[in-house]
């Protein structure tokens, strides 16, 4: 597969793409941009295997990405102390300088997908005064990076009750992402904007919050993003009473869907996780974990 046809699929409108035969490409970027894809689709195992080989990467900047990469798969399945150790190690790794890349694969990039990484790590852990420092030092020099930082501003702001002020850094990462038609990023920033305007609760911001979830939900399941599907369906669950059972049915499906893809110490983990709401898994009723402000960073 040829690489452009990799970013499309890791960066831009066809997150769904079979990428599987570019496993075996001789070339560190294309394997990674592959198993990027492959983690948005829930194919958590058989990304953990690429990844875990390009960690030790010659090319810093594919080492670094591919650990914060990694840290992010963890930070998904509730493991956020797994996580820190692989972004801490990420950031290690980043190189003085890279030629510039226009989708972030350079050491600016890898700098702040691994600054990210850490501040997530550190709201994961209820450290919110040092997840806000964290986030303080990054700066982004990549449309990709600019998005994830509106996800992660976000969620702090989400975690540290303050839903209001998560609207503005939410909807400022879904404008680009969608003006960047970066599907896979159009519809995390629709979750996390659509999320920040239900918890923010006002009348009008309510009704436009699950608008926005139901159609990412829709489009999630449409190209196969598992990852985005079970928490979106929690979030309509929890505040849409007309969808709620349908909607517990789909989180129930798609969670299971991403825990047989995980690798087996990652499986583990989730279900011992109390983030993760493996109660679904049990009982089928709404879980203790809530999806509102734990899983929203990529």
């Known amino acids: 597969m040829f690489e452009e046809e990799l970013r499309r ?5 066809s997150p769904g793409l079979d990428v599987w035969p570019a496993l075996s490409s001789p070339c560190p970027r294309v394997r990674w941009l592959a ?3 492959l983690g948005g689709q829930g194919h958590y195992a058989a990304a953990a295997t690429v990844l875990d080989a390009l ?3 010659p090319d810093p900047v594919i080492a670094s990405l591919s650990l914060s990469t990694r840290a992010s798969h963890h930070r998904q399945l509730g493991a956020h102390h797994l996580a820190r150790a692989l ?12 030629p510039c890349d226009p989708d972030g694969i350079d050491a600016a990039g890898a700098r702040t997908d691994a600054l990210l990484g850490l501040a997530a790590d550190s709201l994961g852990a209820q450290r919110l005064d040092e997840a806000r420092r964290l986030l303080a030092r990054v700066e982004t020099r990549s449309w990709r990076g600019e998005v994830r930082k509106g996800w992660v501003t976000a969620e702090i702001e989400l975690a540290s009750g303050h839903a209001d002020a998560a609207v503005a850094p939410a909807e400022h990462a879904y404008g680009l992402a969608t003006s960047r038609k970066a ?3 159009e519809l995390k920033s629709a979750l996390v904007l659509g999320t920040s305007l ?3 609760g006002t ?3 309510l009704n436009r919050g699950l608008e926005l979830v139901e159609c990412e939900l829709n489009h999630s399941a449409e190209n196969g993003l598992q990852p985005l599907i079970w928490p979106s369906a929690l979030v309509l669950a929890g505040h849409a009473t007309t969808v709620g059972a349908t909607a517990i049915d789909r989180a129930t499906e798609a969670l299971s869907c991403v825990l047989r893809r995980a690798d087996p110490v990652s499986r583990q983990v989730a279900l011992d996780s109390p983030w993760v709401p493996t109660g679904l898994l049990r009982s089928g009723e709404p879980p203790n974990a809530d999806p509102q402000a734990n ?3 990529d």
């Open 9 to 13: 699929a890791a960066f831009g409108d």
């Open 203 to 205: 009348a009008e911001g």
């Open 55 to 57: 960690r030790h990467d």
């Open 183 to 185: 599907l896979r990023h």
């Open 35 to 37: 198993a990027v894809v």
């Open 198 to 200: 239900v918890v923010w």
């Open 295 to 297: 899983f929203l960073t």
């Open 87 to 98: 972004d801490g190690a990420a950031l290690a790794r980043v190189p003085l300088s890279a």
